[in-house]
DNA sequence: CGTTTTTGACCGGCGC
DNA sequence: GCGCCGGTCAAAAACG
């Protein structure tokens, strides 16, 4: 199946994911994360918002990690500004994917340690959001390194790969351009971080290792200012409505006509679906 | 001078 | 078996 086709079914995608949408206003600085972690805690990041549309499904953990997470209040507290007009309309969608059941990521994984054809592997977590930017590669607090370029068959953007910098943390994440909107980045996380935020110059944000990825993720794109979340956000209870926030659900066609990482893991997600 | 980025080579999986 | 593809490596260059 072509990969336009398979996004052309938003109906299939708006059954498959859960997003979220948070709009949020930008005023004065160009933050980093830890301006916005400053006043805010961290965003506990939706744990698995991919949900598969099998009659059988029965809203396993699944959806108690999402509700933990939609019911977050610091989510909507999440603030940001920026100086530059460029960067006042940023947009985000996400998915994630619990212990994804994508291939393509295993591959490199077995380059590095060679499996058993037979035996089951633990996925790293996944987490992917797209943000509206000129800037690939946000800041989220985190130190990364490129480790590799890729110009990939589904993209006319390369694909940019980063490592997290710190020792005892094998996070990764992939960066690429939207090709239905050049201006969106697809950022893409794999696995969690294990360790704090490296670079919290105000202190230990208090995230958990398990969430750090996705927190600094949500809450940070320090790169740029004021964004529009795009995600579902009904379910977000707000105490900071010292924002303005327009939240809305409405991503999945959105998410569907990216064709570059999030097809990638979409369509892996939903393949038993598709095929 | 240490760190990060760039970029071509390399590797393994997969489909034909 | 072969070629394509995505992901990673690693040396060199660039950067601060």
Not at 56 to 83: G, K
Not at 181 to 205: K, L, M, N, W
Not at 208 to 214: E, K, S, V
């Amino acid at each position: 199946m072509d990969y336009l086709d398979l996004l052309d079914s938003s109906t299939m995608f708006g059954a498959h994911l859960l997003d979220y949408n948070n709009t949020i206003t930008s005023s004065s600085t160009y933050p980093s994360i830890f301006d916005l972690l400053q006043t805010t805690p961290v965003l506990p990041p939706p744990h698995f918002l991919a949900i598969p549309s099998s009659p059988t499904f029965t809203f396993p953990e699944s959806l108690s990690d999402v509700i933990d997470i939609l019911a977050s209040p610091n989510l909507s507290s999440i603030s940001s500004s920026s100086t530059e007009a460029a960067d006042d309309n940023q947009q985000i969608s996400t998915i994630n994917q619990h212990h994804g059941e994508e291939q393509d990521q295993d591959k490199y994984k077995k380059q590095l340690k060679p499996i058993k054809k037979n035996q089951k592997r633990e996925r790293e977590p996944r987490f992917a959001f797209m943000t509206k930017s000129d800037i690939d590669h946000l800041d989220d607090g985190f130190r990364w390194r490129k480790y590799g370029q890729k110009k990939v068959k589904s993209s006319p953007f390369p694909r940019s790969y980063y490592r997290c910098t710190t020792a005892s943390c094998g996070l990764k994440k992939r960066v690429e351009r939207s090709i239905q909107d050049p201006s969106i980045v697809v950022t893409t996380y794999e696995g969690t971080h294990t360790h704090p935020c490296p670079a919290t110059p105000r202190g230990y944000v208090g995230v958990l290792p398990r969430t750090t990825a996705y927190g600094g993720a949500i809450g940070g794109g320090g790169d740029s200012g004021g964004r529009t979340y795009y995600g579902d956000s009904s379910l977000f209870s707000t105490n900071n409505n010292s924002l303005q926030e327009k939240r809305f659900w409405n991503s999945s066609s959105y998410l569907a006509k990216d064709y570059g990482l999030l097809q990638d893991m979409v369509s892996s997600h939903t393949g038993a679906d598709v095929a």
